[in-house]
């Protein structure tokens, strides 16, 4: 029977790293999944991470993956541009202590999505090789507008690149008219760990269990698909933050409340939390929700 563990992007609690652990501390959660702190990861000096991996261990959290924006850029702008980026996140997974990187397939156009494949799978090879000498996973999420936008694409990367791993994001298929029991179904056989973040069909972002994103059925299918521990990395989304890029200030409208980036963090944990224990999952000492 599969188990869980919450990890999150504290960067929508706070800007700075003591935010950042006051936040995942206050939920009581153990896991964070750095994005930016401050600035983007990827940005930051040896010097300033091996700062940061002090002060996480020092406050008990580990790293879930490295939540890099790799791959987030035009499949039209020149590769070697960005494989200088991609060192320095390999060695921010490295001083971190992780061997998980989150990353993307390009943005290409649309209406020439066939024409790019091979560029993308080209491309995805020659990072998947760099992270393999440094024994680092390379975890995809499906995004909008990039080649892994839905199922179809998702299950093309996985298929012909068995070494990458599957990050399931369910507001991403929503946000592209896709059913996301079908994208979680392709990513299963190379799933990592999954992203909890909700949506409606208009492209209003929810808490979890208020959209149509199913997390409750996707989590009763683990139950029988799988005996491993699955990663539950929270996403909010619920209030403007200042992050890698911005997020459309429309898709904050629903009707919640929230103060502060705090409180909407809060809320999104908790909402995950409800609903594990709505089907049955009880947190024990170690963090890990079973049944």
Request: aromatic share 8%; charged share 30%; net charge negative.
């Amino acid at each position: 029977m599969a188990q869980f563990m919450i990890s999150a992007f504290a960067d929508e609690a706070a800007k700075d790293l003591d935010g950042q652990i006051a936040a995942l501390k206050r939920n009581g959660l153990c896991l964070i999944e750095p994005r930016t702190i401050l600035n983007n990861i990827v940005e930051k000096t040896d010097e300033e991470l091996e700062e940061i991996a002090k002060r996480l261990k020092e406050a008990g959290i580990s790293l879930s993956a490295l939540g890099s924006p790799i791959g987030k850029y035009s499949i039209e702008e020149p590769f070697e541009a960005h494989l200088a980026v991609f060192e320095r996140a390999l060695a921010a997974c490295k001083i971190l202590g992780t061997d998980r990187m989150r990353i993307f397939s390009f943005f290409v156009p649309r209406d020439r999505v066939s024409e790019y494949r091979e560029e993308v799978m080209r491309r995805m090879r020659i990072l998947l090789q760099r992270a393999k000498e440094e024994g680092i996973t390379l975890c995809h999420e499906n995004e909008a507008k990039i080649y892994g936008q839905n199922p179809e694409e998702v299950e093309d990367l996985l298929t012909e690149l068995p070494e990458l791993g599957g990050v399931f994001d369910a507001a991403n298929y929503i946000f592209d008219g896709q059913d996301p029991i079908k994208g979680f179904l392709v990513t299963f056989p190379s799933l990592v760990y999954m992203h909890v973040k909700d949506a409606k069909p208009d492209k209003t972002i929810v808490p979890v269990g208020m959209g149509d994103g199913r997390y409750d059925e996707i989590f009763t299918r683990l139950e029988t698909m799988t005996d491993k521990t699955i990663i539950l990395t929270v996403e909010p989304h619920l209030k403007e933050f200042t992050g890698y890029n911005s997020i459309d200030s429309r898709s904050m409208k629903h009707d919640l409340h929230f103060e502060d980036s705090n409180e909407s963090f809060d809320y999104a944990i908790n909402s995950l939390k409800k609903m594990l224990t709505s089907l049955g999952y009880r947190e024990e000492e170690n963090h890990v929700w079973k049944k």
